[in-house]
């Protein structure tokens, strides 16, 4: 049995420019159109998320759970009766980036405590996250260049560059409820 989600037989057309109507996302190579307003797309968008290192009070199971129902919740909220389709790599793009905002959250707490064991662990997670197979595939320019910076400035012990990052990437409501 599949999931609802996966079942968009007719695509939008990906126009070329703003005057041949509403924009969307360049697709994906191997990512397929999915339905996220489906009754099932956070038992679908679970599946997509990978195992990616957490910080040590996260547990995945409960993180995977939380973050899907937000997720599902969220396309919900910004339905505006239009419907909406989005490509089957946003639910694994969605879930790098928690985890990502996650460990900088880390890297920011363990800063405040000054412990310098906890910020390099941080620091190697966020600089292993430059590569996660989401984040690359769907980088059409600057993107993982930018968050160098932002690791990069971790490594230094530049909290107050860190801290602006992680406010302005929306981290703060992006893991508003999945704290554990």
């Not at 290192?53 to 129902?69: C, F, I």
């Not at 396309?75 to 505006?80: E, G, I, V, W």
């Not at 620091?123 to 160098?148: F, I």
Request: aromatic share 6%; proline share 7%.
């Amino acid at each position: 049995m599949g999931f609802l989600t996966e079942d968009v037989e007719n695509p939008p057309p990906v126009p070329a420019s703003t005057s041949e109507g509403p924009v969307r996302s360049e697709a994906i190579p191997n990512s397929e159109w999915i339905n996220p307003l489906a009754s099932d797309y956070a038992e679908f968008a679970k599946t997509k998320y990978a195992s990616l290192p957490l910080p040590p009070r996260y547990d995945e199971t409960q993180l995977k759970d939380a973050s899907a129902r937000k997720e599902a919740d969220i396309y919900r909220a910004n339905d505006q009766g239009n419907g909406i389709i989005t490509q089957d790599i946003a639910p694994t793009v969605r879930y790098e980036q928690v985890v990502r905002c996650l460990w900088q959250k880390e890297w920011l707490d363990q800063h405040r405590q000054g412990n310098v064991q906890g910020q390099a662990a941080a620091v190697t997670v966020l600089r292993q996250s430059l590569t996660w197979p989401a984040t690359v595939a769907t980088d059409g320019g600057g993107v993982v260049e930018r968050m160098t910076l932002t690791v990069s400035a971790a490594e230094t012990g530049n909290a107050e560059q860190v801290a602006e990052d992680h406010w302005r990437l929306g981290c703060q409501g992006l893991i508003k409820g999945l704290e554990q």
